[in-house]
């Protein structure tokens, strides 16, 4: 059964207040979502906003924190294809409460959302996840990655003999790849402070109201959290591995 495109969000929240340590000093005087992609000359942020607005989002609530005022500057200045506000928390909330905040900025309160970590870059099928989302009746759906493990892998025989040498093969585990679709009641099951995957999340997976969602095989996901992320990026995007 396929979700009535009506079913599908039209609406989004962008975490975007993390400090990106790891990735300094490239974040030394921007926030982690304003970091370039080599080669492309636009931010993790508007490759993002770019993805939700060819997905059918037409409003997206971004949550700012650490120099909040210099992603807020390129918001203001950057021709954008589709309505976007901030928010920003006074004192920190947690993951959870930071959702629940920026959530209520949404302008259709009766209506289902995405979400997505703002340092995610990637490619596929919101509109697949939010079939599956309406599919299983669910509160909350999680889009699941298998990253390649970044070591080279050994396959040997039962008697220790070396067969194979892989080179970073995919994880046998599913991660949780930063975004998300939330049925419109989802929002007041969120903590008003705390982290809603210590609190939220387990709950509804024992309620069998929590879903997941396998990116398919072959579409682009990465997670920007070091130098070594944006390095790998740039080579992928001039292979062609991913669009831009």
Known sequence: MTAHPAARPTQAVVLAGGQGSRLRPYTDDRPKPMVEIPGTGTPIIGHQLAWLAAEGVTDAVVSCGHLAEVLQDWLDATELPLRVTTVVETEPLGRGGGLKYAAASLPRDDEPWYATNGD???????????????????DATLALARPR???????????GHVLDFIE?????????????????????????????????????????????????????????????????????????KQES
């Not at 995610?120 to 669910?138: G, V």
């Not at 070591?151 to 039962?158: I, K, L, P």
């Not at 998300?180 to 903590?191: D, E, G, N, R």
Request: glycine share 6%; charged share 25%.
């Open 120 to 138: 995610i870059w990637t490619r596929f099928s919101l509109r697949e996840m939010a079939d599956f989302h309406h599919e299983r009746d669910a």
């Open 149 to 159: 493990i970044p070591w080279g892998a050994v396959e040997t025989d039962r008697f």
């Open 168 to 240: 970073a093969p995919p994880s046998p585990y599913l991660i949780n790849a930063g975004v998300y679709v939330f049925s419109a009641a989802f929002t007041k099951m969120l903590p008003d402070r705390g982290d809603h995957e210590r609190t939220t999340f387990p709950r509804l997976a024992r309620e069998r109201r929590l879903a997941g969602w396998q990116i398919p095989q072959g579409a682009y996901w990465r997670a920007i959290d070091t130098a070594k992320d944006l390095t790998e990026a740039a080579k992928e995007l001039a292979s062609g």
